[in-house]
Every structure is written in C-alpha cells, then in structure tokens.
C-alpha cells in the first residue's frame, strides 16, 4: 500500500517498535499531543491496543500493528500498513525488549546482562541483545 505523504500541516507518522507501557508509551504520548499520528508495533497484541486505547483516550492518533521484531516479513508488513494507513514514517523509535520483573527495590543489572549505554554501543555489543530477542530469553548470550 501506498504511503501517503505529510505534508507541512500534516506531520509524520511516528512508529514506535517495542511499544509497551513504560518508555513506548512515553514516546508515543510525546509526539501523539504534538500532533504526530502514532504507530505503536509489539508482539503483544492485547497489551498493545491497551496502550492505544489509553492515548486515543488522550486526544492522540493512533493505531496498533502487532508484529514480533524477529520477523522481518511481519515487521516490514506492520510498518508499510501503518505507513498506509497514517502517512509517511518520518520517525521511527525502535526499542524492544524483554520485560523484567518489577520488584520494588530491585532493578536488574542490565550491564551484567549486556547492555551498553548509547555511547558505548558498537556492532559487536548489539549482536548478544538481538540473539536474546530471537531467543525470547532473557539472558544474552555473550
């Protein structure tokens, strides 16, 4: 399907993969009440039209696409729908991961599990994180 152009009165679409209830949503908020249209995409379906009915509640135009990010077909299918659907991605959030139990007073220690800071971020540090997203663990393996 076609994408249809923004134009300067329409914004571009933001396409938030990896969206879920903490930073996902976040992102989306921002741009959404900056007049953006949003596309949320996570392999959740339920929690992910959750999130979308909470920011339409909002005043934001939005609109989930289920996909898992390890599927490259349903990804590029879930991004050319939203592109179809809600303009030109012109922005594209692309922050899966696996969800960590919230235990108060407790926070995993994600250098131990391989995640580096943005600045410290090389090819090579990546390629653990994408094997744990295949995997659907969440351990790297490193």
Known sequence: MPSTPST????????????????????????GIAGH????????????QGIADALAAE???????????TD??????????????LGRIGVLSY?????FPNVAGQVPDLKAMGFTSAA??????????????EARTRTPSV
């Open 72 to 85: 490259a077909a349903g990804l590029t299918a879930a991004l050319h729908t939203a592109a179809g659907e």
């Open 95 to 99: 922050s899966p991961a696996p969800t």
């Open 37 to 48: 249209p949003v596309a949320l995409i996570s392999r959740n379906a339920g929690k992910l």
């Open 8 to 31: 300067p009165s329409t914004p571009p679409t933001v396409a938030v993969i990896g969206a879920g209830p903490g930073l996902g949503r976040a992102i989306a908020h921002r741009f």
């Open 120 to 133: 410290e971020t090389t090819p090579e540090s990546v390629r653990p994180m994408f094997d744990m997203l």
């Open 59 to 69: 005043g934001v135009t939005v609109r989930a696409y289920p996909a898992d990010v």
